[in-house]
Nanobody, 115 residues
Framework: QLQLVESGGGLVQPGGSLRLSCAAS????????IAWFRQAPGKGREFVAT????????YYADSVKGRFTISRDNAKNTVYLQMNSLKPEDTAVYYC????????WGQGTQVTVSS
């Protein structure tokens, strides 16, 4: 089981930016596709973006396409989510997991977009 820890969330104004990090501990991210998901208050968890193990292929939910960028640094065992032009509807707890997701989820990192 790959252990992943999310960080980088916070409070940001609409139009602002944040960069989330997903760090693996205890094992390597090599050969794992990784995805970001989010869960807004009162809603189910939804897919945000995914990146192949090599980093060559990415895919985004329509709601974030053109605003979010997923990337990875396998040497640092970390996957990133750069979020620009944030909107209030991006407010959620953000999680990373393998893709397809393994059963265990981390604590996530809270992102709040509000003026």
């Amino acid at each position: 089981q790959l252990q992943l820890v999310e960080s980088g969330g916070g409070l940001v104004q609409p139009g602002g930016s944040l960069r989330l990090s997903c760090a693996a501990s205890g094992s390597s991210l090599d050969y794992h596709a990784i995805a970001w998901f989010r869960q807004a208050p009162g809603k189910g968890r939804e897919f945000v973006a995914t990146i192949s193990w090599s980093g060559d292929n990415t895919y985004y939910a329509d709601s974030v396409k053109g605003r979010f960028t997923i990337s990875r640094d396998n040497a640092k065992n970390t996957v990133y989510l750069q979020m620009n032009s944030l909107k209030p509807e991006d407010t959620a707890v953000y999680y990373c997991n393998t893709h397809p997701p393994q059963d265990d989820w981390g604590q996530g990192t809270q992102v709040t977009v509000s003026s």
